[in-house]
């Protein structure tokens, strides 16, 4: 592999996103505030651009792409886009292995930046992409570097470092104190994970609650737990989750359009965020939660989710 290319500029653009307030809260709970953090600005166009940058640097730092080894992982679909961007900038060829139901405009951004893109059968569901890469990485091993989303102590810590400190910055500068809640779904575990043991370290008895999406037909980018055979993500702190909160994907489409209303355009799994936030805000006498708007809902037009 030939030296890495100057991706300063871009990487610099990575994180420091928007905190938006959702007033939608007042309907639910008068006197809760709700924020959220606008993923859609990084460059990638969502929250794994944070991750995925941390580890490649540090793979880059290690020397674990030398020798013309491939980057390989697994994922949903925009973890992908972020490794086929920042591969594409820093010269790191990618692979990456996508469950086939994955919107058609993430799957098209990743092959516009030239990745290597294996696509699983999609009722297999994302373990099955997950299996696959591990296959791919075990026949292979001079070919691919499997950088390992889901085990990889370089995402959680690029949100315990970033996101975090962001987000508790952010509430406090706007309430005067650290959020009674957050909210977020499961993935990689890596959000969850690095953002509640920051928040957990400011306000010991803040509520966590994680969003699960029903086992079928699921939501993009959140992976359904609990059921038997399920694999549960290596870095995901389960300890730090006081609830858990199954969200639909009607709910989910419902509240995408309840928030394009408001102006913001957003996928599913922000869908599920603010829709379990509201839950939670009604229920509780809170003050201030917080959440994430992953990525933008432009990613989701080929399905079928802003023709219902």
């Excluded at 500029?9 to 939608?24: C, N, Q, S």
């Excluded at 010269?91 to 799957?107: D, W």
């Excluded at 993009?220 to 639909?248: A, F, H, M, N, Y």
Aim: glycine content about 12%; overall charge neutral; charged content about 20%.
């Amino acid at each position: 592999m030939t030296a890495p290319r100057d991706a300063s500029g871009l990487l610099a653009g990575i994180g420091r996103t928007p905190l938006l307030e959702l007033h939608l809260v007042r309907d639910a709970a008068p006197g809760v505030r709700l924020f959220a953090k606008l993923e859609a600005r990084n460059p990638g166009g969502s929250v794994k651009d944070r991750p995925v940058a941390r580890m490649l640097q540090d793979a880059l730092a290690a020397g674990s792409l030398s020798g013309g080894r491939r980057l390989l992982d697994s994922s949903s679909g925009n973890a992908g886009i972020a490794y086929a961007m920042l591969g594409a900038a820093l010269g790191v060829p990618v692979t990456i292995v996508v469950p086939g139901n994955a919107s058609r405009e993430r799957l098209d951004r990743i092959r516009a930046h030239g990745a290597e893109l294996i696509l699983t059968d999609p009722v297999e569901g994302y373990d099955f992409a997950l299996r696959e890469a591990q296959r791919l990485a075990l026949e292979h091993p001079d070919r691919f570097f499997y950088c390992n989303q889901y085990a990889n102590a370089g995402n959680w810590r690029s949100h315990y470092e970033g996101t975090g400190v962001e987000i508790l910055a952010e509430v406090t500068a706007a309430t005067g104190a650290p959020p009674d809640a957050f909210v977020t779904g499961i993935g990689t575990g890596g959000t969850l994970t690095g953002v509640g043991r920051r928040l957990r370290q400011a306000r010991q008895q803040i509520c966590i609650l994680a969003v699960i999406p029903e086992a079928f037909p699921g939501l993009e980018g959140l992976k359904p737990l609990g059921q038997p055979g399920d694999i549960v993500p290596e870095i995901l702190d389960e300890s730090l989750i006081d609830e858990r909160l199954t969200v639909t994907s009607e709910e989910a489409a419902a509240m995408c359009h309840r928030l394009a209303r408001d102006g913001l355009f957003v996928g599913p799994s922000s869908g599920a965020n603010v829709h379990a936030a509201l839950h939670l805000a009604g229920r509780r006498g809170l003050h201030s939660i917080v959440t994430l708007l992953c990525d933008s809902g432009e990613r989701y037009r080929s399905t079928g989710l802003w023709t219902s």
